[in-house]
């Protein structure tokens, strides 16, 4: 009977061994697509960014041009970034905040395929 404790504690031993590795390795992988995840929405807001400015600057550029006045233009072009800021501001749960919920919450709580 000894013999067949000592057994069970051993298969036990690595039993947990195996799933401790497991677990590691799972881990390691939802914390690779987690961190590439966030490396590329950074990429991608810098890209945005770069993309708003230059946009913002062709619209002041342009409603100079339009008015003829510096003050104007450029006043007119922070009240379009302004307003596109609330926007934002206001539906920031739908764009940002449920999406990146839901991605976590499957990323860690779905089973493995």
Known sequence: MDEKFKLLVENLKQSAKVEFEYSKLT???????????????????????????????????????????????????????IVLLLVLYGYRKQLVINPVTRFVTKLLLNPEE
């Open 27 to 81: 881990l390691s992988e939802k914390l690779s697509i987690l961190l590439s995840r966030g490396i590329i929405v950074l990429i991608l807001i810098i890209f945005a960014a770069c993309a708003l400015f230059l946009l913002e600057w062709g619209l002041t550029h342009w409603l100079v041009q339009i008015t003829e006045s510096l003050w104007t233009g450029v006043l007119v072009s922070l009240a379009v970034l």
